[in-house]
């Protein structure tokens, strides 16, 4: 794993689609996947949940990440929203900060039919691949929504133009 040295949605990025995705802003999702032959994470905030019978997740990831290796080679994944207490967590698995023994060794995970699953995550899915696309520099992964976990969801993690944003509270 590499820590990289620039920001990848920082002004002024010379590439105008990456400046473009970055304003969008988003919920930060932690994708897993693994069995006992190797596992891998990595933080994604392009995803879509595709509303149907059944279910899907759409998202792009880097084509040349372990996930996308894992989620092909097992054919599953768990997708776990993050919030706002896991922002350290998101920065170990999207490899801008440091994580001694690697990024699982960072919060507690669960081990389930689809890969591990992040132990607090307040809303988490566990999904089977249905296709991969080469979709511009990204992989995008088309996961068929198998099982839904939710719980309380008060602060979520939200990424726009290359930082956190701290959800407001609406006045009472």
Same mark, same amino acid.
């Given at each position: 794993?590499?820590?990289?040295?620039?920001?990848?949605?920082?002004?002024?990025?010379?590439?105008?689609?990456?400046?473009?995705?970055?304003?969008?802003?988003?919920?930060?999702?932690?994708?897993?996947?693994? +069995?006992? *032959?190797?596992?891998? #994470?990595? /933080?994604?905030? !392009?995803? &879509?949940?595709?509303? =149907?019978?059944?279910? $899907?997740? %759409?998202?792009?990831?880097?084509?040349?990440? +372990?996930? *996308?290796?894992?989620? #092909?080679? /097992?054919?599953? !994944?768990? &997708?776990?929203?993050? =919030?706002?207490?896991? $922002?350290? %967590?998101?920065?170990?698995?999207?490899?801008?900060?440091? *994580?001694?023994?690697?990024?699982?060794?960072?919060?507690?995970? &669960?081990?389930?039919?689809?890969?591990?699953?992040?132990?607090?995550?307040?809303?988490?899915?566990?999904?089977?691949?249905?296709?991969?696309?080469?979709?511009?520099?990204?992989?995008?992964?088309?996961?068929?929504?198998?099982?839904?976990?939710?719980?309380?969801?008060?602060?979520?993690?939200?990424?726009?133009?290359?930082?956190?944003?701290?959800?407001?509270?609406?006045?009472?």
């Amino acid at each position: 794993m590499t820590i990289h040295d620039t920001h990848p949605f920082a002004d002024p990025d010379p590439d105008p689609v990456r400046r473009l995705r970055g304003r969008l802003g988003g919920r930060v999702a932690l994708l897993t996947a693994g +069995d006992e *032959a190797g596992r891998a #994470g990595l /933080t994604v905030s !392009s995803l &879509v949940v595709a509303h =149907g019978e059944p279910g $899907r997740v %759409l998202a792009l990831v880097d084509p040349d990440s +372990d996930l *996308a290796d894992v989620v #092909g080679r /097992t054919g599953r !994944s768990v &997708v776990a929203l993050l =919030g706002w207490r896991h $922002r350290d %967590l998101a920065e170990a698995f999207a490899g801008t900060a440091p *994580a001694p023994g690697g990024p699982f060794r960072t919060a507690a995970f &669960v081990d389930t039919p689809w890969g591990p699953r992040l132990a607090d995550a307040s809303a988490w899915a566990g999904t089977v691949l249905e296709s991969t696309t080469e979709v511009g520099w990204s992989r995008l992964l088309t996961l068929v929504v198998d099982e839904v976990g939710l719980d309380e969801d008060d602060e979520p993690l939200v990424h726009r133009r290359g930082r956190y944003v701290r959800p407001t509270r609406p006045s009472s």
